[in-house]
């Protein structure tokens, strides 16, 4: 829904896509265990997915339920959410604005 969006998250938790544990274990979102059915195990504290499908139909139906569940009609109103939500991390927000700005050019 908001592909910007998932591609910062997406190098932001894998460091460009460079940490070896979460893309061999196909988890770009850095995702804990969850109830979706669509990760196939766990390790080291994160869930684990058979192929990057599953990762990518999981984190759409991540994305879908927060969308709906706090009425985020626009991507704008999705990475608001996100900056607040998404990780512990207290500098997330300026971090996922590098990305989304490198995302753009």
């Known amino acids: 829904m908001f592909p910007e969006t998932a591609l910062a ?11 070896k544990r979460l893309m061999k274990t ?5 995702f804990r ?3 979706r059915g ?10 684990t997915y058979a ?9 759409r139906e991540w994305e879908m339920g927060r969308v709906i569940r706090h ?4 991507e704008t109103e999705f990475r608001q959410w996100v900056y607040t939500h998404y ?3 207290g ?8 990305k989304l700005n490198f995302v753009r050019q």
Request: charged letters at 20%.
């Open 91 to 98: 500098d997330y927000q300026g971090k996922l604005i590098q």
């Open 38 to 47: 669509f990760q196939n195990g766990v390790k080291q504290r994160y869930g």
């Open 9 to 19: 998250i997406a190098m932001l938790e894998t460091g460009n896509f460079s940490d």
């Open 51 to 59: 192929t990057g499908e599953a990762m990518l139909a999981d984190y």
């Open 87 to 89: 990780a512990e991390d």
């Open 71 to 74: 009425a985020l009609y626009s």
């Open 33 to 35: 265990p969850n109830g």
């Open 26 to 30: 196909h988890n770009w979102f850095g």
